[in-house]
């Protein structure tokens, strides 16, 4: 285990995450929108969120047992920092895109690391939100045109965006009082 995050916790966290996001989106569905379209072209957003998957990285590297390959842990940092720090700066198209991409690959870490040997029944929800979050982090980090042609069609109307925000906000919903409630 990495992170030391009970189910509970997980579940409570994620539901959360979700649920802010989906309410966002349902309530003020022109504003989302707005900030959606906007979001696969934001340089400024992408790289601060890149800097967050970097620095998220370089910390694992630096402390996740590496096996047989310890001996070499500053190389990887350092090829890690290194090369997070020039995608910062040289990448420009759909930055914003690749580093959700990123962080998603990453939350779903924490996720399936929450839910590693927990005997409740619910853990498969969460599992199955992992494994979503990483077919969509691969897709996106390859092919980041993806999420923008998916964000235009689903901003052509506030009917589309509200049925959108529907299920990650009934998700979250559920998710956060498995978390509140679970003992």
């Known amino acids: 285990m990495i992170y030391h995050l009970s189910l ?4 409570f966290g994620t539901g959360l995450l979700h649920l802010l996001v ?7 569905p022109s504003f989302f929108g707005k900030f959606l379209k906007d979001f696969s072209r ?3 957003l992408g ?17 996740i047992d590496l096996g047989e390959y310890t001996p070499q842990r500053i190389w990887f940092v350092l090829f890690a920092f290194i090369f997070g720090s020039l995608v910062i700066l040289a990448i420009e198209d759909f930055i914003a895109v690749r580093a959700l991409a ?6 779903a870490d924490v996720i399936l690391d929450g839910a590693f040997l927990s005997d409740r029944s619910w853990r498969i929800l969460l599992v199955l939100l992992a494994y979503g979050w990483i077919v969509m982090g691969m897709f996106f980090v390859s092919m980041p045109y993806l999420a923008r042609d998916k964000i235009a069609w689903v901003c ?4 589309k965006i509200k ?20 003992s």
Not at 102 to 107: F, S
Not at 156 to 159: A, R, V
Request: charged content about 10%.
């Open 163 to 182: 049925m959108a925000a529907l299920f990650p906000m009934i998700l979250g919903l559920v998710l956060f009082t498995l978390g509140l409630v679970d």
């Open 42 to 44: 934001n340089d400024w």
């Open 47 to 63: 790289r601060v969120m890149m800097g967050i998957a970097v620095l998220w990285t370089v910390i694992l590297l630096a402390t």
């Open 102 to 107: 990123l962080l998603l690959l990453l939350g």
């Open 22 to 28: 989906g309410a966002v989106g349902f309530f003020y």
């Open 8 to 11: 509970k916790a997980v579940s």
């Open 156 to 159: 052509t109307s506030d009917k």
